[in-house]
């Protein structure tokens, strides 16, 4: 990004865990440092109150609104397995009509350049580990999100479409499991670590067990919001391709659910009785995704170690708890 013209850059899903971070990260670093907000450039962080995305016409007045020359892309429906399991239609048809929406008005609008966020869930189910950025065609993902799974596939379809057809820089980002601060906290329809906070914190509160689902044996990349949140915004300003690159930790970082539930355990001071249930699911046991392109294209990138992370979050989710998304 050049920094005489005025940049403005807007993120869709900018109220999310993944938006809140760069929001918090554009803030708080220095200004015009690596991460920093840069002279020159607005910053917008969408809400779906705002716009619904899944609507051609509301996304086209928040481009007239904004005038976005560069896009961050977060909005999605997200959810849970279960979610994803029982709505795979839902899931399919309303990211397919968000992301048609904003990739049409970005190239409608001549917005620079775009980038939209997939998921490791794109990957097929049945491939060579680790997973690299050139093995998401491969074959079908997992039947269990497919739906969700083939609308985030379709972008990086649609990325190649648009620059060979119109020469548009439109990019994506796949990053593997995220936590952090603003995350959803959801007893029943969050990721891992959320959820198990809650929990926890509920045990120590209600004086009665942690209770884990599954063996704790499946190992996981975690991947901190702020360090995603500085990753994408190198990817905005430094990364000049159309092809996705994964945006993690190291495959020597991952860690099993037992470690992140003793990391919990610790974080959150809970001194009562704490166990696995291991009549409920594993799920897979270790999907690892490698990040050299990363590594290879960045330099030098310092992730924050996991139990500082963690720590950070506690606090958050303590100090935020009747706002929190719970
Ligand atoms: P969140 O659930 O925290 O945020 C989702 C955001 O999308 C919210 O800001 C929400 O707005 C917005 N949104 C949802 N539906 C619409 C709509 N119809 N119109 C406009 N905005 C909408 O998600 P994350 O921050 O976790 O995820 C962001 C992206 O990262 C998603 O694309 C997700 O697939 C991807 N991802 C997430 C991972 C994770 O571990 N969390 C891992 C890999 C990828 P509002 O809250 O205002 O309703």
Redesign the pocket.
Same mark, same amino acid.
Not at 51 to 54: E, N, Q, V, Y
Not at 74 to 78: F, G, H, P, Q, R
Not at 117 to 120: E, V, Y
């Given at each position: 990004m050049s920094s005489t013209s005025k940049h403005v850059i807007l993120v869709?899903?900018?109220?999310?865990?993944?938006?809140s971070a760069i929001k918090h990260v554009i803030e708080t670093e220095a200004p015009n440092s690596r991460f920093g907000k840069h002279d020159g450039e607005e910053w917008i962080f969408a809400?779906?109150?705002e716009?619904?995305?899944?609507d051609p016409v509301a996304t086209r007045e928040l481009f007239a609104k904004y005038k976005p020359t560069h896009v961050i892309h977060?909005?999605?429906? =997200?959810g849970g397995l279960f979610k994803n399991m029982k709505y795979k239609l839902t899931f399919l048809r309303?990211n397919t009509l968000?992301n048609d929406n904003i990739l049409h008005t970005s190239y409608e609008t001549h917005v620079v350049k775009l980038i939209s966020?997939?998921?490791?869930c794109v990957f097929p189910d049945k491939v060579e580990y680790p997973l690299d950025e050139n093995k998401i065609h491969l074959g079908p993902p997992h039947e269990s999100n497919f739906g969700y799974a083939h609308a985030?596939r379709m972008v990086d379809v649609s990325n190649h479409a648009y620059h060979e057809e119109f020469g548009c820089n439109f990019t994506s980002a796949i990053?593997?499991? =995220?936590f952090g601060p603003a995350?959803?906290f959801d007893l029943e329809d969050s990721?891992v670590i959320p959820g198990l906070i809650h929990k926890c914190y509920l045990a120590k509160k209600n004086g009665t067990p942690f209770v884990v689902s599954g063996t704790g044996k499946p190992l996981r990349q975690f991947i901190y919001s702020y360090d995603l949140a500085k990753l994408f915004i190198w990817q905005l300003r430094e990364y000049n391709e159309i092809e996705p690159i994964i945006l993690s930790v190291g495959e020597n970082e991952e860690i099993s659910i037992k470690e992140v539930a003793d990391s919990i355990v610790k974080a959150v001071g809970f001194q009562g009785d704490y166990k696995f249930d291991t009549s409920r699911s594993d799920g897979q046991f270790r999907k690892p995704a490698s990040n050299a392109k990363l590594l290879r294209l960045i330099g030098n990138f310092e992730f924050t170690p996991f139990d500082k992370a963690l720590d950070e979050t506690v606090k958050w989710f303590l100090d935020n708890y009747h706002n929190a998304r719970t």
């Open positions: 869709t899903g900018g109220t999310g865990l993944i938006g809400r779906s109150s716009g619904d995305l899944r977060l909005a999605a429906l =997200v309303e968000i966020c997939l998921s490791t985030k990053p593997t499991n =995220v995350d959803n990721h």
